[in-house]
């Protein structure tokens, strides 16, 4: 079975800085990867996905995040946040068994 | 574009009665799941159907289940409800087309059992 590790659990910024936000996972087959974003009292919105490919990969919303095999990570990246990029993230993989197995998300801040 | 559509959006109910979300996915996608969302918590796999049969299982209480119809809405049946019920219930859908699938989810359900 896949798991998910998600380093951070609360970042908080301000607007224009960079965020990074770290996933690791762990599985020994061919993974999907996905990173969602739920804005508060709203559900799960998909930001943007990894199948196969350019490991970087661009989302909705300026955000992007770059899967690299070799450390099992597919971190989010956006180079200058928002206020309304105020939510909780969070990173999912996909094995064979199509079901999602989610980290325990990161919720961001983002100060005016 | 349509979304997932969920119903009801809250429901309160008294401990060890029951209670039904359903859950009508996005038109043309043939595989629904459920996830479960306690306070603070990532969200966790429950159950999923595929063109109306059952096809994976997860964290599911026995009291629990679930079932996928000719339409391809899916309603989960809980029973014997528990305080630790009380989550948010996520239905997602997707077509299932292999490496490719990507999950689609909906408002979901705020369960509080009292």
């Known amino acids: 079975a896949q798991s998910v590790s998600q380093h951070n659990h609360h970042v908080i910024l301000s607007e224009a800085a960079s965020l990074e936000l770290g996933c690791n996972y762990s599985?020994?087959?061919?993974?999907?990867l996905f990173w969602y974003v739920q804005y508060p009292g709203q559900h799960l919105q998909l930001l943007l996905k990894?199948?196969?490919?350019?490991?970087l990969v661009k989302g909705i919303k300026g955000f992007e995040a770059e899967f690299i095999k070799s450390k099992f990570s597919f971190n989010l990246r956006k180079p200058s946040v928002q206020w309304s990029d105020t939510a909780e993230y969070f990173c999912a993989v996909r094995g064979n068994d199509y079901k999602l197995s989610f980290g325990a998300g990161t919720t961001v801040t983002v100060r005016a | 574009a349509a979304g997932v559509i969920q119903s009801p959006r809250h429901l309160i109910k008294e401990k060890r009665e029951t209670a039904t979300l359903k859950c009508y996915p996005i038109?043309?996608?043939?595989?629904v799941y459920w996830y479960q969302q306690g306070p603070g918590q990532d969200p966790q796999f429950l159950i999923s159907?595929?063109?109306?049969?059952?096809?994976d299982k997860g964290s599911i209480p026995d009291r629990f289940s679930a079932q996928q119809f000719s339409d391809y809405h899916s309603e989960l049946n809980m029973s014997s409800l528990e305080l630790g019920d009380s989550a948010l219930y996520f239905c997602?859908?997707?077509?299932?087309?292999?490496?490719?699938?990507?999950?689609?989810f909906g408002p979901g359900t705020r369960l509080l059992v009292l």
């Open positions: 038109p043309r996608h043939d595989t």
């Open positions: 599985y020994g087959g061919t993974v999907n």
């Open positions: 997602a859908s997707s077509h299932r087309r292999g490496p490719q699938e990507t999950q689609y």
């Open positions: 990894y199948f196969s490919g350019d490991p």
């Open positions: 159907f595929y063109e109306k049969m059952q096809s």
